[in-house]
């Protein structure tokens, strides 16, 4: 299964990773759109703490701590094998969010509110927006 890879010596903190992510996950793929107006919480998250910074997101860990502390099953393995979150039937517990060993398990806002947000891999694409945008090679999706 490929994941992204995280190289932060290429890292430099530019936050494309972000915005090419909250447009993948916008209603109208704008990219004005989705960061002005439709206020899409990013699944990423670039990190800085001089001199190193990296952009942090799900690890869709072998173990997912997050798939057993969801009480409902909302938080599954997709037919990829990633790790998922049904926004339909989440109920915003939060659960994942406390168990989280990198904690990146986001709360949503606006219509999303109190729902759990995380990183899907990008599901309609073959290669994850993040590492598409990523003009550094600090994001790569490779098997892991």
Not at 38 to 46: F, G
Request: a negative charge.
């Amino acid at each position: 299964m490929k994941l992204v890879k995280i190289n932060e010596d290429n890292c430099v903190y530019c936050h494309l990773c972000e915005v090419a992510c909250k447009t993948e996950h916008s209603v109208s793929k704008d990219i004005i759109k989705a960061v002005k107006k439709e206020n899409v919480l990013s699944r990423c998250t670039a990190e800085f703490n001089y001199p190193y910074s990296a952009s942090i997101m799900c690890r869709h860990c072998d173990d997912a701590p997050c798939i057993f502390a969801c009480q409902n099953g909302s938080m599954h393995r997709d037919e990829r094998g990633y790790v998922v979150v049904d926004q339909d039937t989440c109920v915003g517990c939060w659960m994942c969010v406390m168990v989280c060993p990198y904690g990146v398990i986001k709360q949503g806002e606006n219509k999303d509110w109190g729902l759990s947000v995380k990183c899907d891999m990008c599901p309609d694409r073959s290669i994850p927006a993040c590492v598409e945008a990523c003009p550094n090679e600090a994001l790569t999706f490779e098997e892991l």
